[in-house]
């Protein structure tokens, strides 16, 4: 099956500072999401995004699905932006999705 | 609020016991996802319905079973608990064609004791 791997697998970052998390995947996708796993253990929707680059806010993400990987950027930090970021991935559209293991950011003031 | 709703959000049992997660999709969504989050496991997909029918299978236990109901709304059974499957368990709902973005409920947090 897809393997899926995000890196790196902490960061700890200063308030206002800028990141970016990668996911590797293994074959070839039709649906990636990226989530944000809140401390209280809420998986939000960031994105969908199986190719292409969309913004929302402080937030963007990139997929190249040519060369199976996909960024999501994080500007400006904020301590809210604490929690477990896990990106998805699933061979077509209704399929399950595979999760990678997530990477854990520590915004700090 | 994603529109997926879980009940109950918290559960406590011992373990033998048999328990039932109850979830509702988003309105106009057909296909249920049940996915399992354990801190030895990560994020794990176990079963998906699909307007009532079972369509894939992932790493469900023979203990755990699934259905959806014809209002869509879905229900995992998991009976002669042990202390392992004590975790997040999450449902989600996509449309089935087009922006399939899996919309992700609450989770109801399992602890067997």
């Known amino acids: 099956g897809i393997q899926v791997e995000q890196s790196p697998p902490d960061l700890i970052l200063q308030e206002g500072a800028n990141s970016t998390l990668r996911c590797n995947f293994s074959?070839?996708?039709?649906?990636l999401q990226w989530f944000h796993q809140n401390p209280w253990g809420q998986l939000i929707n960031l994105f969908y995004?199986?190719?292409g680059t969309k913004q929302n806010g402080r937030l963007s993400a990139t997929t190249v699905a040519t060369e199976r990987y996909s960024l999501l950027y994080i500007s400006s930090s904020q301590t809210t932006d604490s929690g477990v970021y896990f990106c998805?991935?699933?061979?077509?559209?209704?399929?399950?999705?595979?999760f990678g293991k997530g990477t854990r950011l520590s915004v700090i003031a | 609020d994603s529109g997926v709703t879980q009940t109950p959000k918290h559960l406590i049992t011992a373990t033998g016991q048999r328990v039932t997660l109850r979830c509702s999709p988003r309105?106009?969504?057909?296909?249920v996802y049940w996915y399992q989050q354990s801190l030895d496991q990560g994020l794990q997909f176990l079963i998906q319905y699909y307007n009532g029918e079972e369509r894939a299978k992932g790493n469900i236990l023979e203990r755990f079973s699934a259905q959806q109901f014809p209002d869509l709304h879905s229900e995992l059974n998991l009976s002669s608990l042990e202390l392992g499957d004590s975790a997040l368990y999450f449902c989600?709902?996509?449309?089935?064609?087009?922006?399939?973005?899996?919309?992700f409920g609450p989770g109801t947090r399992l602890t067997v004791l």
């Open positions: 309105s106009g969504d057909l296909s």
């Open positions: 995004i199986p190719s």
């Open positions: 989600a709902s996509s449309v089935d064609w087009g922006d399939t973005t899996q919309y």
């Open positions: 074959d070839s996708v039709n649906n």
């Open positions: 998805a991935v699933g061979p077509s559209g209704n399929t399950p999705l595979v």
